[in-house]
């Protein structure tokens, strides 16, 4: 029996949330766009959404870990390649790729064709981490190898090696 079922009052939760088309907060980094549909502020924090365009022969983040979050990709358009470990995995439209926590992965767009994701983390705790990126880049600031572990690492990942 729920909460509310039990004692006859209304509970009050997220309020609904909507974003409709060319709406969310938009990120940039460098040939990726990314579309922040979902930051968890709606969803108690258990569930973040965002969708990314890949622009052609885009190479994704080093290969990482992440130890505290889910991350699943579903391509909405194109091809991208997902490396787990040592593997390669070619998704093409109406794929779902789910990585769960600990799990090495990257992922790039190789082909002369945008490809479109949408990303989900759960919980929500990475979102931050695109934001960070995108202000790295807005200080003018290079984004170097370290400077993008830093981030990283402010939010339960790192690279694949250093969290074997």
């Given at each position: 029996m729920t909460e509310e079922a039990r004692?006859?009052?209304r509970?009050?939760?997220?309020?609904?949330?909507?974003?409709?088309?060319?709406?969310?907060?938009?990120?940039?980094?460098?040939?990726?766009?990314?579309?922040?549909?979902?930051?968890?502020?709606?969803?108690?924090?258990?569930?973040?959404?965002?969708?990314?365009?890949?622009?052609?022969?885009?190479?994704g983040p080093p290969q990482h870990r992440h130890g505290r979050h889910d991350e699943g990709f579903?391509?909405?358009?194109?091809?991208v390649r997902f490396t787990v470990g040592e593997e390669d995995h070619d998704a093409t439209t109406g794929t779902l790729v789910i990585v769960p926590p600990d799990t090495p992965h990257t992922f790039a767009n190789l082909t002369d064709q945008p490809a479109v994701m949408l990303s989900t983390f759960t919980p929500?705790?990475?979102?931050?981490?695109?934001?960070?990126?995108?202000?790295?880049?807005?200080?003018?600031?290079?984004?170097?190898?370290?400077?993008n572990i830093d981030a990283m690492s402010r939010y339960a990942t790192g690279p694949a090696g250093d969290l074997a």
């Open positions: 004692t006859g009052e509970q009050t939760g997220p309020a609904l949330s909507v974003v409709g088309p060319g709406e969310g907060e938009t990120i940039v980094l460098g040939s990726t766009r990314m579309r922040v549909l979902e930051d968890g502020s709606h969803t108690g924090h258990r569930l973040a959404i965002a969708e990314s365009v890949l622009a052609p022969h885009t190479q579903y391509v909405l358009s194109g091809t929500d705790l990475y979102v931050q981490y695109f934001r960070d990126l995108q202000e790295e880049l807005a200080g003018g600031r290079p984004l170097t190898p370290q400077a």
